[in-house]
């Protein structure tokens, strides 16, 4: 099973093994990880917004349109950042790092 690692806004680490073929908000759900996805990963809003490490990056599809217009109002939005949603851990992605961006101030 492929492992992957969510970096917390509090800087700490969570460190999960799931099978392969799961988004990443079903595998944050499942580790009490905070990500919100209010739209439920129907690509509707930009709040399971991510920012993957620069060395994983590359080894993600490419973003479809939709995904690159829901990412245009993600807070914190960065040359790496993705949708949790859009990103489906497969054998290829085992050692993904992910990054919770900050959240935006009230």
Not at 84 to 97: R, S
């Amino acid at each position: 099973m492929p492992r992957m690692t969510f970096i917390n806004r509090d800087g700490s680490r969570t460190e999960v093994e799931e099978p392969a073929g799961l988004s990443l908000i079903e595998i944050a759900h499942r580790h009490n990880v905070d990500i919100e996805a209010a739209c439920e990963g129907s690509l509707a809003c930009a709040t399971c917004h991510v920012i993957v490490d620069p060395e994983w990056y590359q080894k993600l599809n490419t973003p479809s349109e939709d995904e690159e217009d829901m990412l245009d109002l993600a807070f914190g939005l960065t040359r790496t950042s993705r949708l949790g949603c859009q990103i489906i851990l497969n054998d290829d992605l085992d050692g993904l790092v992910v990054t919770l961006p900050p959240v935006a101030e009230k």
